[in-house]
């Protein structure tokens, strides 16, 4: 439920980060070059600066597939002397969700320095001696090491808006002390997340932004300019899994980027030419094909090239499809195995964003029995088939008659 406050979002959001500098001895600011974290990073320098906590850490981790743009923008703020810069370009293994034959792309590798879409830059930090290449793992190796023996917070610019797993997770649980919008990175070493700004509109940010008259990265520009709606725009590394529609306008916007990309990584121009129909679950099941679980079992046979991954999705299959078997969530989540397959997503990210919807949870507690009024919202009980509605309103009622 959401509860509205005589309150701003910018106020509060200052009002967030100012109580995060009051608790924490160390607060790093994440970086991505995209509009939410430019303007959580101003907000952070304006707390900071009335606490006389500068300079302020700044963290960005390049995954070197990245918009020319947005490079271009790190270095201007990276030279701003009220900010201790941890931008790192070493050696890392990220999804290549370009390809369904090269999973990993393996990004600053010496070995094809040639190949690099974009050279190290001097400031930028080279080594990586966090004990981990893997990308997913990545971040929290880092905060372990370089803030070891420091209570940390690591202050980063999601919002609930974007998805409904974001607004489930950040209104739920409290992740330190009474604060929900966050959660914890190492509890050992006392390191937490926080989105101070998890309650903007999209509107809020660019009406903050032009408001104070904050620089922003310019592949947003090339973005409008090419037809991209306000709220659809997205900056980040250009082939993971939830940001591979980039590549489409990677050619239109930065063509020597794009050129670039085609020679790095692979896959990358059969997207251009197939968009994104190949990479996403069909609206409708194939003709030859009985039901959407024979499909997906068909795509992992055919597709998945490799046999340790083939067997990781299996298990995921098999721990999951005995909770999901009434017919109408039955058929969603077979669609989010074969979204998964097609992008080649083996760090199963879709699966668990299914699984913290609202809906998805909404039928998990009715399979556990745990049955109240709450669980036939009429925005989650399309999930359920008629048989199961009739059977919850008896355990709710004692009767299968009709909500009000």
Known sequence: MRIYRNKNVKDAAIERINYLFDEFENVVVGFSGGKDSTTVLNLALKVAEEKNRLPLSVLWIDQEAEWQGTVD?????????????????????????????????????????????????????????????????????????EFKNQKSCYLAGVRTEESPKRFVALTNVAAYKWITWGKVLNKKYEHYTFYPIYDWSYTDVWKYINENGIEYNKVYDGMYRHGVTVQNMRISNLHHETAIQALLLVQEIEPQTWNKIVDRIDGAS???????????????????????????????????????????????????????????????????????????????????????????????????????????????????????????????????????
Not at 79 to 104: E, G, L
Not at 108 to 116: A, R
């Open 73 to 145: 923008y790190a270095k201007k703020v990276f030279q701003d002397k009220r900010i201790k810069p941890y931008w790192f370009q070493m050696p890392m293994v990220i999804t290549n969700n370009a390809s369904s034959y090269h999973r990993f792309s393996y990004c600053w590798n010496e070995k094809e320095k040639d190949k690099w879409i974009h050279p190290q830059d001097e400031m930028s930090l080279k080594e990586n001696k966090y004990g981990t290449e893997r990308f997913h793992n990545l971040f929290e190796k880092i905060f372990a090491v």
């Open 270 to 404: 059969s997207i251009k030419h197939i968009k994104l129909n190949s990479f996403t679950c069909p609206k409708e099941l194939p003709y030859m094909f009985a039901d959407w679980e024979e499909y997906a079992y068909y795509l992992a046979e055919n597709i998945i090239q490799e046999d340790k991954y083939r067997k990781q999705l299996f298990s995921k299959i098999e721990a999951k499809k005995g909770i999901y078997i009434g017919d109408n969530i039955k058929h969603k989540f077979w669609k989010e195995i074969i979204n998964t397959i097609l992008s080649s997503d083996f760090d199963f990210t879709k699966i668990a964003n299914f699984e913290i919807r609202p809906e998805s949870y909404c039928y998990r507690r009715y399979r556990k029995g745990d049955i109240d009024k709450d669980i036939l919202n009429p925005k989650y009980i399309k999930v359920f088939t008629e048989e199961e509605i009739n059977d919850i309103k008896q355990k709710i009622y004692g009767t299968d008659k009709a909500i009000n």
